[in-house]
């Protein structure tokens, strides 16, 4: 049956607008999918335009913060230089009055000799607190009563005093430190945004501000994102914002390891003695008794209960922790003005003179590795290491012969080098400033972080012969003489943790380099004096005093005598080559270990006159 002729065209109709409308249809959905597709790579290309903005704003924000630090930078850089000169000319003119003060003092000066006849007698005790008092007390009367306390406690006169207390309001109001100086010296805030793990993991908790590093000594200062290993480094300078974080942890040396396990031992086995100095710069005998109470107490508790002062009562006594004995030395004298000519002799037999030619195996780090020790020293540096002022950087800048493997395997001072530290004194913000608490994020201070290098450096190594240790802290190297006392209750604990631990095989040096110097005290007789008498403690176990019943004797004995930094020295060494008996010096040089002349002179001692607490003349025992 065939379509009637009439739908012919009506068909044709129809195809016709199906085969134009089609092609529309199929075009019509490839323009929207293109159209979609373009708005969407539209959308997409806008959004990393903001990103491109948004680190464009961040790169130009890092980049004026970049600058702001450089301009600050090298503002203090250039203040400092300025000041560099001002300060030379300011020390040498405080030698000068120092050696003329020194030079008119006579038998009659309230320190030359003592009822008993002991010379110098003993410098008063008092507290600190009471002549900050009598200086600044907010009321007349508050100031009055302080100086009344002072006078029963001391033996100054009131007008002596009144000079002092006068002198020290000066300073303490004086417009030079505004900004500076916080006398109230509040205890670290802050947040500790910054740690590392055992793997050494670096991780800044920042909360989407600037969070940067730099390890060591590093100029860099790296854009921080996610956990980063730091490899060998043991400090870290970590920011959030402008917030800073110190953080240092040892990295045990296995080279270091190895060369003391390949050291022979004494035949027939035993204990050989390790050593700890922990040196606190420019504090004299009086102030420490004055300002560190509770590290006083610790040490009578150690004296009475030896390795059960540590807290653990009658389990570490049950473990056998032994005696310890404590020595103090009243007259422990210096031999120089500041840190170079005291430190040089006690570390390196040597004077600031020697220098260039010292020979690096003197050192006492060198005598410890020789005999199977592995070796650490930790310094406070407050001039950005610009200076020959700490043992190891001078050994580095002016000795000819010191290379880098003759210091100590662990060297933590270098981070002091880092840019990214503030040096002393006039960086208001810097954790080295000395008008407040050595503030270094987290709550933390300084000196708590270098009692925690220490150890951890004693338990990383406690699988080898032997440990040298040295600390330097610059806690109390201030103008004000008020920071000290913020090391009392971390130091105190230290003795007690290491009582029944590292103190069991560990001889502890416990000293000053100096008494406080260069600042207004020492206008005074009673600060010349102090800055001649640094403190000395000794911590020996009990196990090398009955086998050397001879250094007992000596050491008792020689705590009311003559002592320097050049017969700790050769009782270092001596330390050293236990259990050997060393053969007594050829030219005479005795160590503390030897019983020193009940009349020994500084004369005889090597002390230059101008430096001599006892200048009268008499003997240093009635």
Not at 17 to 40: I, K, N, Q
Not at 282 to 288: E, K, N, Y
Not at 315 to 330: N, P, Q, S, T, Y
Not at 561 to 582: G, I, N
Request: one cysteine or more; hydrophobic letters at 40%.
């Amino acid at each position: 049956m065939h379509a009637p002729p009439s739908l012919f065209p009506l068909l044709l109709a129809l195809l016709s607008t199906l085969a134009l409308s089609w092609p529309l249809a199929l075009r019509s959905r490839t323009l929207h999918e293109a159209a979609r597709r373009r708005a969407a790579a539209l959308a997409s290309r806008l959004a990393l335009a903001r990103l491109a903005l948004e680190r464009d704003a961040l790169r130009r924000t890092r980049a004026r913060l970049r600058l702001d630090l450089e301009l600050r930078t090298r503002a203090e850089a250039a203040q400092r230089d300025r000041l560099r000169p001002l300060l030379a000319a300011l020390q040498r003119r405080d030698e000068r009055a120092y050696a003329s003060r020194a030079r008119s003092a006579t038998r009659a000066a309230w320190h030359a000799v003592d009822a008993d006849g002991r010379c110098p007698a003993a410098v008063p005790e008092w507290e600190w607190k009471l002549l900050l008092h009598a200086a600044v007390g907010e009321t007349p009367r508050q100031r009055h009563e302080a100086l009344q306390q002072l006078q029963l406690r001391s033996r100054l006169d009131r007008a002596e005093l009144q000079r002092l207390a006068s002198r020290y309001r000066g300073v303490l109001t004086h417009p030079e430190f505004a900004g500076i100086l916080n006398i109230s010296h509040p205890p670290c805030g802050g947040r500790r945004h910054a740690s590392m793990s055992a793997g050494r993991v670096l991780r800044i908790d920042c909360d989407g501000a600037d969070a940067r590093y730099a390890v060591d000594d590093a100029r860099e200062l790296r854009p921080y994102a996610s956990p980063v290993r730091i490899g060998d480094a043991e400090s870290v300078v970590a920011f959030c914002g402008e917030e800073l974080n110190l953080l240092a942890h040892p990295l045990r040396r296995e080279a270091a390891v190895a060369r003391a396990h390949a050291v022979p031992q004494p035949a027939g086995g035993g204990r050989r003695p390790s050593v700890l100095v922990f040196m606190v710069d420019a504090t004299s005998r009086a102030h420490f008794r004055r300002s560190l109470p509770k590290t006083l107490a610790a040490l009578d508790r150690i004296a009475e209960r030896g390795g059960a002062a540590g807290g653990g009562g009658r389990r570490d006594a049950a473990e056998g922790a032994g005696k310890l004995h404590v020595f103090d030395f009243e007259q422990f004298n210096i031999v120089g003005y500041n840190s170079m000519p005291n430190q040089l002799p006690f570390f390196c037999d040597a004077t600031p003179e020697d220098l260039s030619t010292l020979d690096p195996a003197k050192c006492v780090w060198e005598a410890f590795k020789r005999e199977g020790a592995v070796t650490m020293i930790a310094e406070e540096v407050h001039d950005g290491c610009e200076g020959a002022t700490s043992i190891a950087n001078a050994l580095m800048r002016t000795s000819y012969l010191v290379q880098q493997r003759d210091l100590p395997d662990h060297e933590w001072w270098r981070v002091f080098c880092s840019p990214h530290i503030k040096p002393c004194c006039w960086a208001k913000e810097g954790f080295l400033n000395p008008g407040r608490r050595q503030c270094i994020g987290g709550g933390r201070e300084l000196h708590q972080l270098m009692i925690s290098y220490v150890e951890e450096f004693f338990a990383t190594y406690q699988d080898v012969p032997r440990r040298w240790a040295a600390i330097n802290t610059n806690i109390a190297h201030e103008h004000f003489m008020l920071r000290l006392g913020a090391l009392d209750a971390d130091l105190a604990r230290m003795l007690l943790r290491m009582a029944g631990g590292v103190l069991q095989d560990t001889v502890l040096f416990l000293m000053s380099d100096h008494g406080t110097h260069g600042i207004w005290y020492t206008e005074f007789e009673i600060g010349t004096t102090e800055h001649q008498l640094p403190f000395l403690y000794m911590v020996l176990p009990d196990w090398i005093l009955r086998e050397r019943p001879e250094w007992h004797a000596a050491l008792k004995a020689n705590q009311r005598r003559l002592v320097t930094v050049r017969e700790l020295y050769r009782a270092m060494l001596q330390l050293a080559k236990w259990p050997e008996a060393a053969p007594k010096s050829a030219d005479g040089k005795l160590s503390v270990f030897d019983e020193l002349p009940p009349t020994r002179t500084c004369e005889q001692a090597g002390i230059p006159d101008v430096y001599c607490a006892c200048r009268a003349g008499s003997s240093l025992e009635p």
